[in-house]
């Protein structure tokens, strides 16, 4: 497995990593926790040494999974992570970036993760209520304090990402970026290129419809966020459709699986980007780390953005109550 830089601060992880969300959250029943382990192992057998986490990603349980499953392999890996919500009884109930929320954050996601120190701190999304210089400012602290290495932010603003890279600068922002989102192509990535930051797309393959195996008759699981996505609507997956047809043409033609086609676009785009796709499969877990074979030329980029560009995506990629927690 090939490695990237993300930002100049010396971060330096596999081209692919692993987000580990849907392990046991977001899309409907968990594996089972052995199961998970299992999967995480191979990532890093098959060379993946970047995961991802989150606290809210269970919440909580979900890096317990991660650092149990990594504790072997410790020097060897990157793990992520993020701050910003709140709770009350295991729940969230919204955003909470204050200082003190964000080194019990810390403490708390140390713990379970078994490590002394994390890797990548994002914050989760931007919270209004507290100055993104206050945020910053409290997370180069713990920097200083050994108990971070990299600052993240996720889902942030280019205004946002200049005003907390000037108090401590940012390694990676993650962001929603694929063949099917690509707002961060307005803003985003030519301020991320400014100023020498990384770019994590998360969902790179548009929250499973890239693959292919997602269709008008697809039932989704009980606790299946996609219900609750305007994008996943019925009418909207059929509508769709057209941007999965074009890429299974390409991946026909070039012997590939439409995931590996969607993550090697991502990968083309900038020698600085690193998708995370997740899966709870073995199968894929070994598909998606086969697309960094993928060659895509300039003429075939080039091709893709031609017939893209005539393709309108319909739906909203969330819901509602999501979307106003998305700083764009």
Request: charged share 25%; aromatic share 8%.
């Amino acid at each position: 497995m090939k490695t990237r830089r993300l930002g100049n601060q010396g971060l330096e992880v596999s081209a692919l990593g692993l987000g580990c969300m849907g392990l046991n959250f977001s899309y409907g029943k968990p594996i089972e926790k052995k199961e998970a382990i299992a999967l995480i192992r191979r990532a890093v057998e098959l060379g993946i040494n970047f995961f991802d986490t989150a606290e809210v990603y269970g919440p909580f349980t979900n890096e317990e999974i991660v650092g149990e499953a990594l504790a072997p392999f410790r020097k060897n890996v990157v793990i992520a992570t993020k701050f910003g919500f709140d709770y009350r009884n295991g729940a969230s109930i919204g955003l909470n970036s204050k200082p003190d929320h964000i080194k019990k954050a810390v403490e708390g996601s140390l713990k379970r993760l078994k490590v002394d120190v994390i890797d990548l701190l994002y914050q989760h999304r931007v919270d209004p209520g507290t100055p993104i210089e206050d945020v910053a400012g409290t997370v180069k602290d713990l920097i200083k304090q050994g108990k971070v290495k990299y600052f993240g932010l996720s889902e942030a603003s280019a205004r946002t990402i200049r005003k907390a890279h000037a108090v401590h600068p940012v390694s990676a922002v993650q962001s929603e970026y694929s063949m099917w989102w690509r707002e961060p192509e307005t803003k985003i990535i030519e301020t991320l290129e400014e100023l020498g930051i990384g770019l994590v797309p998360y969902s790179p393959l548009g929250k499973g419809f890239l693959t292919g195996k997602i269709d008008e008759n697809t039932e989704f699981e009980k606790g299946d966020f996609r219900t609750t996505v305007p994008r996943f609507s019925h009418e909207n997956r059929i509508a769709n459709k057209q941007l999965v047809n074009l890429i299974e043409t390409i991946a026909e033609r070039k012997n590939a699986t439409p995931a590996q086609i969607a993550l090697g676009w991502l990968l083309s785009q900038k020698t600085w980007i690193v998708p995370i796709p997740g899966t709870t499969k073995l199968s894929r877990l070994e598909e998606n780390a086969g697309a960094i074979k993928v060659d895509l030329s300039p003429e075939d980029l080039a091709g893709i953005d031609t017939l893209a560009s005539k393709i309108n995506i319909q739906g909203q990629r969330y819901a509602e109550f999501s979307q106003k927690m998305i700083n764009e």
